[in-house]
């Protein structure tokens, strides 16, 4: 696929121009974040969106699934960092959502049901975040893997990995951009940097890609720390919740 290179620091640029009085207003939480704390959120947030836009896909397109549908998902958000991202601005989404496992994974005591629920665990989802990535551009990006500490033995086989991920998801997204369809709809306010910036990147996608279905996206208080994808409303809902468990742990590693 021809990358669609989205600038960079999109998000850092967006919340640049927000005066410091509407920043102040606009989110109680992310009022007074460095630049660095923002890109972490946002490249996060991102990243959890194109997980939650895996699902809506999965669903809508009636895609087979030749594994769990969670490392799927995931899947999705690193394909789709790679492939529509310029190089900087693919690093920030990649850094920020690898790092958010590792601090999931340090606040996380192990119970038998991380092993026995849907998800892969934390550690396993953040190297495999770090392997796809790397795996994507290995002669450029073995920094990243050296950063992140991947282990050789899994770094030997990222560029296969990738190359699996790239036969699944590259082929869908091909297959989107091609098609006539339907477009996501913002259904949620922007009354803060973030949201801004969701709603921002579900008109980006628009322009790159037609969808089966107008899924509808939206950033909502919901009591929990947490988003999904809710097939039977065909709506992604990122909650507020989760925006402000991610400023707290960027504050937590001082960034
Ligand atoms: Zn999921």
Redesign the pocket.
Known sequence: MTPFLRNTALGVALYALLAPAARAEASVSEAGMSDEAFAYVAGTILSVFY??LG?ALIDTMDLPLYGPE?DA?DTLAAVLTHEIWDEEGARQNAEAFALSWLASAAETDLEVEHFAGLHSLDLQRHYRQVCLFYGAAADTRADFARDFELPEDRAAGCADEYASADHAWGAVLRGLREAEGEEMVWTGPADSGIATLLKQEVTDLNGLFSFPVAVAVRMEVCDEANAFYLPDEKSIVICQEFVDYLVAQAEEMEL
């Open positions: 997980h939650e699902h969670e998902a």
